[in-house]
Structures are given as C-alpha cells and as structure tokens.
C-alpha cells in the first residue's frame, strides 16, 4: 500500500530564507507526483505536477524536483515571502491511478 | 469560473440525524472524489467516482453513503450522524489519470 511522508510537519523561518520540503513515498511506480498548497480554512490549490519522465517542474519561487528510484520529492521555495505561510501537501495517485494519496503536509509560517 | 461548489459550507448535527453534502463541478471532469481532514491524519478518501453512475470506496468508507447520478453532481450522505465523523470535509474533481485535481472549499462538519 502506497504511503506518503511529509517531514518536516511544521517549518518557521524569517523572510528571504530559502526552504526546501520534503517528501517521500513508498511505492516507487507512480507516473506522476502533485505539490498542493492550502490556506487555513480552504481547500487545496494545485503548485506544481511532476510527470514520472521529469526530473523538476518550476514555478515562479517554486521548483520541485522528483527522484522515483529513491521514493523522493522536494518542494524549493526561494526567497520566502510571508504569504507563503500555509500547509504544503505532496500526493501521489494510488496503485489504480483513480485517486491521489496525500501526505500529511508542512505547516510553514515565514515571519516578517 | 466555479470549478468546484461545495454546499453546505457549515452544518452541525445532532448524534443520529441524517445530511447529505452536495458537491457540484463544472469543468466536465470525469473522476470525482470525496476527502475528510482530521488533525493529524490528512486527508483521507472516503469513496470516488470514475464516471456517472458508478461509485467505489475508499481508504475509510464506513458510515458513508455516496451516490453520481448525473456526471457533474457528487453527493456524500450520512445516514445517522456520529461524533467520529466530525471533520471536514472536501470534494475534488480530476479529469483521468488523476490530472488537473480541483477541490472544493470544503465543508466543515460538527456532529454533537
């Protein structure tokens, strides 16, 4: 059974910081990997998709990068701004490829 | 521009009583989803949908009810409300291969 983990589960830094979040998975045959952001009190918005054949989707600040032979993604957030601050989830579609598999997500707060 | 519409956005339930939660999408997505996030658990799906007319479930399905008449309405029941499923709740669309995942703003769910 496919699971994700996010580490770490929560993230303070002050702003102009450069992060990177981690994710990993244990079952190494997806053909995609999502980086979703979520507002308190929202729902989930789409970052960045990473097809199995790429190796780094960017995105503005963002970059995420994916390693499917050791089970990883990063999240890269350059030059943290505090409207960053939100939760972080990494997903993964599931043995069927009819859902996604969320991990449990990184709080970030970027204090100005 | 809706995407996804989640109704209600707040409900709170006495032990026992029944609801249903609508979740509505206009983006002809063919896949359709229903979540709920618990502090410290994620997000875990309920039951999804691949198409009108059919249903499956999900990673916790128990105590749920879903039903996809028509291709673009998703709805979610309970039939006798219980504390445990005091949560929030979110549905998602995606087209196949669980590409361009949308989610709704989600309902949050009191049951006392």
């Known amino acids: 059974k496919q699971e994700v983990t996010q580490i770490p589960a929560a993230l303070s830094v002050p702003e102009g910081e450069n992060l990177v979040l981690n994710c990993s998975f244990t079952?190494?045959?997806?053909?995609?990997l999502q980086w979703f952001r979520q507002d308190p009190g929202k729902g989930l918005t789409s970052l960045l998709l990473?097809?199995?054949?790429?190796r780094e989707q960017t995105s503005g600040r963002l970059n995420a990068s994916l390693d499917k032979s050791s089970g990883r993604s990063t999240l890269y957030i350059a030059a943290s701004q505090p409207g960053d601050s939100a939760t972080y989830l990494c997903?993964?579609?599931?043995?069927?490829?009819?859902?996604?598999?969320f991990g449990k997500g990184t709080t970030l707060s970027v204090s100005s | 521009n809706a995407g996804v519409t989640q109704t209600p956005k707040f409900r709170v339930l006495k032990t026992g009583q029944s609801m249903t939660l609508l979740c509505a999408q206009d983006?002809?997505?063919?896949?359709m989803y229903w979540y709920r996030q618990d502090p410290g658990m994620g997000l875990r799906l309920i039951h999804y949908?691949?198409?009108?007319?059919?249903?499956a479930k999900g990673e916790v399905p128990d105590g749920y009810n879903v039903s996809r008449l028509k291709k673009q309405n998703f709805l979610l029941g309970l039939e006798s409300a219980a504390p445990s499923q005091t949560s929030v709740y979110f549905c998602?669309?995606?087209?196949?291969?669980?590409?361009?995942?949308?989610f709704g703003s989600g309902t949050r769910l009191t049951v006392v």
């Open positions: 998602a669309s995606s087209n196949r291969d669980v590409y361009g995942y949308t």
């Open positions: 079952d190494s045959a997806i053909y995609n």
């Open positions: 990473i097809q199995s054949s790429q």
């Open positions: 997903a993964v579609p599931d043995q069927a490829g009819t859902a996604l598999i």
């Open positions: 983006m002809n997505h063919e896949y």
């Open positions: 949908s691949v198409g009108e007319g059919t249903t």
